[in-house]
């Protein structure tokens, strides 16, 4: 007897072979109309996914209001995607074809090389296949026979991924729809019409497994969704996306450059963009003096033998550049982390419970060899800064250091505008061997963690698998503008660094005796180059005030008003401000224009009644015209502006940043 248990606590009871099909018809036509999956114990299921026959497991039936079910329309439009393919053209051979954050890809090997030209005629076809509605069948066959079909289906990639990734499998899965048939686990939608609108997006070349020495194949990407109004909204948000793109405004505006004679993934921060990421710079520096933070320098190279007794070499071996060989065989790597650098700060000379807590800042440089189909612009670079500081405390001091960590985070956060985030705890997997130290330091570290989070009101989900390989985590996941979300800053906790195993740390107790003392590694930017992205995507360069490489222009409206506005632009940069003058001898129509077009938050306009009343006329890139007023008042007013870092800007969907500012606030 099976005991379906349902999550309004109700239960249900089975003598016979069941499926989540089966709970669902028993409970009503209406639900089992409605149902397109099931999650058995947490995992998202097919409705004929067959149930144990005995013992008792929890079943949650999903229908078009659950987010879960949007993925297993997806997969199944993949199939129909891949099938309307192999209709149009001859000889495709299928590779693998996953959901992803926002749609789907499927990877083909043919002939004929797709363009979006040939995007209307495999919509097309899906559509007639979709119309046929056909159900999505599920076939359990051995490894024997699994083999076989592939072998006759003649999909030479299927064959092998049996021989190879799917070598431990005795069992194997394939859907059927149609003349259609691929090894796949699922789960499908029971029926194609459920998916009500999809789109093609893109095609771009992927290799077999990722593998570059493989045979490239061609990766078709679409998306799906159960109504035509939310893939309307999501193609309008894939146009904004592109709009904002931080690798064409960072050209645009100035900001960086990549350079293949340097290298890829090596970015050159152009003046625009330096001064953006030295304000971000300063005012993490004013924030860490405050806080109690020491500054230190380390160097950019290592001896390999600080990276093995970290653990990052070998650890991190396949994302690390090769070790430089020297005479007498001495071997050094580029920094991959900063951590062991700063244990050795710490191991510089002994060290009372009286130093601590010990806070080492350093806006230290690392390197890490990224392939290069997976660099992205800022957000995916071979070479990038990070905030970076560690904390070396007494195992009593643990709480209160990571509650700072955490409240600092939030407050830089907050003060950039990105208020939407939440805060993710990474936990060890207990059945992994990839984690180092002892299970109780583990178990103490984690619990530490929740408590803290909790102390400060901050609502965090667990995720076990996601730890750092030395110790539990705290990361700060934002949503942009866009709702798409970034993996920013992260605290993470440390018994193991510091270890007699590792580093063997000690700090002499009040008792006179050795103890080992607890790390602490923040970021709470992550790095600079990822957070730079981040931001001209969220803000599409339009930068706050404070944070503005060019904060204001002044400009002239008549040639005699020249010599007044050039003395206004001194006055405003003696105050500190970042300003330029445009006095050329353009109409004033073409000067707003070219301020608009270049982001700049204000611009201070003066006319000859200026020059006679010492007045300005002030105009806002977002609110137009505020009108003429003494240069007092506006060098007041921008003062708090800065000094307050109001973020003013206020997003409106497709059509870009509104005409009305709020501060802090969307």
Same mark, same amino acid.
């Given at each position: ?8 606590? /109700? ?22 109309? +409605? ?27 999903? *229908? ?11 997969? /199944? ?87 190879? #990734? ?45 593998? +570059?020495?493989? !045979? ?40 960086? *450059? ?20 030295? !304000? ?38 396949? /994302? ?44 230290? /440089? ?31 001091? &643990? ?36 984690? &180092? ?9 984690? #619990? ?69 003392? &607890? ?51 001194? !006055? ?55 009108? +003429? ?10 003062? !708090? ?26």
């Amino acid at each position: 007897m099976l005991t379906v248990l349902l999550p309004d606590g /109700s239960e249900k009871q089975f003598g016979q072979p069941s499926t989540p099909h089966d709970v669902a018809a028993a409970i009503g036509p209406g639900l089992a109309k +409605a149902a397109i999956a099931a999650q058995v114990d947490g995992q998202t299921v097919g409705l004929d996914f067959r149930l144990p026959v005995e013992g008792s497991v929890e079943l949650r039936l999903l *229908t078009k209001k659950d987010a879960e079910s949007l993925d297993v329309i997806r997969h /199944s439009c993949a199939h129909i995607m891949a099938r309307a393919v192999m209709r149009l053209f001859d000889g495709v051979q299928l590779a693998f074809g996953p959901t992803v954050e926002g749609g789907f890809y499927y990877d083909f090997d043919l002939e004929h090389a797709l363009t979006e030209e040939d995007f209307p005629k495999i919509e097309a076809e899906m559509r007639k296949i979709i119309a046929l509605d056909e159900p999505f069948e599920r076939l359990e066959t051995s490894r024997k026979e699994a083999l076989q079909l592939c072998h006759d289906l003649h999909q030479r990639y299927k064959v092998e991924h049996l021989e190879t #990734g799917l070598a431990e499998h005795n069992s194997l899965s394939f859907y059927r729809q149609g003349e259609f048939i691929d090894l796949c686990r699922g789960p499908h939608t029971p029926r194609p019409k459920t998916i009500g609108a999809f789109k093609l997006l893109s095609v771009a070349g992927a290799y077999w497994k990722g593998d +570059a020495s493989r !045979k490239q194949l061609q990766r078709l990407y679409a998306t799906a969704f159960f109504n035509k109004a939310d893939l309307k909204a999501h193609l309008e948000k894939i146009e904004e996306a592109k709009k904002r793109d931080h690798r064409l405004l960072g050209k645009q505006l100035d900001l960086f *450059t990549i350079s293949p004679l340097v290298g890829s993934g090596l970015i050159l921060w152009l003046p625009k963009g330096a001064r953006v990421r030295a !304000k971000l710079e300063s005012f993490i520096k004013d924030e860490l003096e405050v806080r109690g933070y020491e500054p230190v320098y380390t160097p950019n190279i290592g001896r390999v033998e600080l990276y093995e007794t970290s653990g990052h070499y070998p650890y991190y071996a396949d /994302s690390q550049f090769a070790p430089i060989a020297m005479e007498q065989e001495e071997r050094y790597l580029l920094k991959p982390m900063n951590c062991p650098h700063h244990v050795m700060i710490y191991k510089a000379r002994p060290r009372s419970y009286r130093d601590l807590p010990l806070r080492l800042a350093e806006f230290g /440089s690392v390197y890490r060899y990224e392939k290069s189909g997976e660099l992205s612009g800022l957000t995916r670079v071979r070479g990038f800064t990070q905030d970076d500081a560690h904390i070396f405390c007494t195992p009593d001091q &643990v709480a209160e250091e990571f509650r700072a960590c955490l409240e600092m985070t939030q407050y830089i956060l907050k003060s950039l505008g990105l208020d939407d985030y939440s805060v993710r705890l990474g936990f060890r997997d207990p059945s992994s061997d990839k984690y &180092v130290g002892e299970e109780e330091n583990w178990v103490r570290a984690e #619990g530490e963690l929740v408590e803290v989070c909790q102390g400060v009101g901050i609502d965090a989900t667990q995720e076990p698998g996601e730890a750092a390989f030395y110790g539990p985590k705290a990361d700060f996941v934002v949503t942009d503008c866009l709702g798409r979300e970034w993996q920013l800053g992260t605290v993470q906790l440390d018994y193991n660094l510091p270890s007699p195993e590792r580093f063997g740390l000690e700090y002499i107790g009040a008792d006179n005796q050795a103890h080992q003392p &607890v790390m602490i590694h923040r970021a709470p930017l992550g790095s600079f180059e990822r957070f730079m992205g981040v931001l001209i995507e969220h803000f599409a360069g339009a930068f706050p005030l404070w944070l503005a490489p060019e904060q204001m222009r002044v400009m002239n409206v008549t040639e005699s008003a020249e010599t007044y506005a050039r003395q206004v632009e001194i !006055k405003l940069r003696q105050l500190g401000f970042r300003v330029s003058g445009d006095y050329r001898g353009e109409k004033l129509g073409a000067k707003i224009r070219d301020a608009q077009l270049s982001l700049i938050p204000y611009m201070l306009i003066v006319g000859n009644r200026d020059v006679e009343e010492n007045t300005v006329s002030l105009r806002d890139r977002i609110e137009g015209d505020l009108g +003429a007023m003494p240069l007092e008042q506006v060098t007041g007013k921008l003062l !708090k502006e800065v000094a307050d870092r109001v973020v003013r800007q206020k997003y409106t969907g497709s059509t870009g940043w509104g005409e009305h500012g709020a501060k802090n606030g969307y």
